[in-house]
């Protein structure tokens, strides 16, 4: 998947319990690294975006800036999915089953790769 940024974002699921889980994170794990990854360097197509990708990217990568949007990212989409599940384990599916997947992503950027998993 090309981002908004103009890095690459690629990976894989391992859904585990059933297929929901990896289902939902294929859907929205992407989205929320592009969202974090704008939250932490800002608007690449917008150079006046004041503290944004312009003003801490600059034609370099911060290692660390990007691994933190990446570990929001991940624990983001967890969130996301506990919500909407909490709904079945209120009622005792929870007890019933144990769904989950594991992640594995790698996101490029000017030639350096950025990789990042979650294990269930």
């Given amino acids: ?3 908004d940024n103009g890095g690459w974002w690629f990976a894989v699921f391992d859904g585990h319990g059933g297929w ?5 994170a294929q859907k929205q794990l992407h989205k929320n ?17 004041e503290g944004g990708y312009n003003s801490v990217y600059e034609g370099k990568i911060s ?8 570990k929001a990212a991940f624990e983001r989409t ?5 919500t ?3 709904g079945a384990f209120e009622l005792g599916f929870g ?9 594995l992503g790698v996101f490029v950027l000017d ?3 950025f990789v990042a998993n979650a294990g269930d």
């Fill in 1 to 3: 998947e090309r981002l």
């Fill in 20 to 24: 929901q889980c990896s289902d939902y």
């Fill in 33 to 49: 690294v592009q969202t974090e990854l704008y939250n932490y360097l800002g608007d690449a197509e917008n150079p006046e975006d």
């Fill in 63 to 70: 290692s660390k800036v990007v691994t933190r949007a990446l």
């Fill in 78 to 82: 967890d969130r996301q999915y506990m």
């Fill in 84 to 86: 909407k599940v909490y």
């Fill in 95 to 103: 007890r019933d089953t144990r769904a989950g997947c594991c992640a």
């Fill in 111 to 113: 030639g350096v790769m």
